[in-house]
């Protein structure tokens, strides 16, 4: 039995993984946690710090970090870097002017090399937003398809309304669970 | 049992006395008896727990009773009804995620591989789903090229007292370039009144840029607003039904109730703010705050149309992202004196020229 083999095995024990949510500020990212977990959305404020939430799905523990996305916190973004197993980059679809730097702090997540082994979740929030663009037009501001080092997925989503919330967060634990457990 | 009678006073446990010895098998007896009791009652209470819904056979039956009932619903819903195939649909994924809790529920009693196909099977409704979604009901597709496209819904806003220089909606050389307008843009404008009713701005996102000592009202609930690169102007807007995003602004006055202000890189702006969850500064200089005094007569309605709670307002909670220490104040922002706030503003709403 080689290494790896018991790595994943320990893992699998543990059936626990952590995903870690980035995102420039008023993407979006607390309320597709709060969301996402069921709670009231309608208090939320622009997050000084972080939030994390542990929570079950399919029988998997997720620890979801959330971290403000404000400029003068991204600099703190590496902090929480470590043993990262999926990304979930969420967007603003409805902030056209900031598309560009959305998708410079993105390309520079990914060069990190602690995050080389993550899955990319991408989220094209706000679609309840009648001037948003759609998740296709998303994927081409982002260069999305120029990304070759990291599995990713792009999903548009309304944290208000929770659509396609569920349906983002399945294929990015579908995409994990295929990585690093082993199927037995 | 009688052996052991016979044979216990001969085994010779010296100091016990033969009554004693006598009794052990009675107790032993008693003790079987109250084991195979206990055994019983286990069984008893076991079957009493093991309810329908954790057979097995009751949740493949029911699984698929549900997934022919999702596949039935997919298979009629076509292009040929258009406008029942958005409620099918709906109905569709809301079966399929009520389908995905009930499989979650059920996990503790069912074998890996029943849990494999059904998750499988989830999948591919799922799939099947957006697929569907995305052959009935196809999104716009948005493409940077089709600029000439854009003039119109720029101009289309334009019906009230101000109409948008000509100029205005072709001049997009500058930074922002590579963007095309929002459902409601406002922007490149010197000097003017610019005054937007419900049917124009309700519920929809605006967006006001590269404004110059202008006065904007926007009469009506947006769902959210960004201002940016904005120059001594006087911006008041109804109640915004999520974030304010403010950036790049100098030397203006701002009025408006949010659930969320957030404000980058402004100097010298007075803010009259209701906001019923947070408002934040970053890299800005000479904010000051005050609760909104300005009001027109349609207020009250499109606060119920926004769902803000009227009577939360957190106008002096300022969270400053430069300033992280709790003890002392941030020399960032400041709460305009009660004596200094505007209490009365320009009544734009009638005048038809200006």
Known sequence: MGLLTILKKMKHKEREMRLLMLGLDNAGKTTIL??????????????????????EHRGFKLNIWDVGGQKSLRSYWRNYFESTDGLVWVVDSADRLRLEDCRQELSALLTEERLAGATLLVFANKQDLPGSLSKEAIQEAMALDDIKTH???IIGCSAVTGENLLMGVDWLLDDIAARIFTTE | ????????????????????????PDRLLKRDQARLEEAERRKDIKEGRSVTEEKSDFFSTTFNTERATIDELLSICTEANRENATKILEEATVKTQQLQKFLNDSMMFLTPYELRQAQATLQVLLSTISEKRDDIL?????????????????????????ELPKSASNRDTDADAAVTPVQCVFSNVDSQVLIKRADEIQQQDVLLTHLTNCKVRLLGSPSTLHIKHVRDCEI?????????FVDQCTGSTLAFPCQQLRTH???????????TSRAIIEDCQGVSFAPLTWTYSNMDADFAVSGLDKNRNNWDQVDDFNWLAFDTPSPNWTVIPVSDRKTSWDDLVPASSE
Request: hydrophobic share 30%; proline share 7%; glycine share 6%.
């Open chain 2, 265 to 275: 890189n402004t100097k010298d702006t007075q803010i009259y703010l209701h906001v």
């Open chain 1, 34 to 55: 709060k969301k996402f977990n069921g709670e009231d959305v309608s208090t939320i404020s622009p997050t000084l710090g972080f939030n994390i939430k542990t929570l």
């Open chain 2, 138 to 162: 196809p999104k716009k597709k948005f493409a940077f090229k089709s600029r000439n496209v854009k003039s119109k819904p720029a101009e289309s806003p334009s019906t009230s007292i101000t």
């Open chain 2, 1 to 24: 049992m009688s052996l052991a009678m016979e044979t216990s006073p001969s085994q010779g446990n010296g100091d016990e006395k033969p009554s004693e010895t006598v009794k052990i």
């Open chain 2, 236 to 244: 008041m807007s109804g109640p915004v039904s999520s974030s304010v």
């Open chain 1, 151 to 153: 599995h990713w997925c």
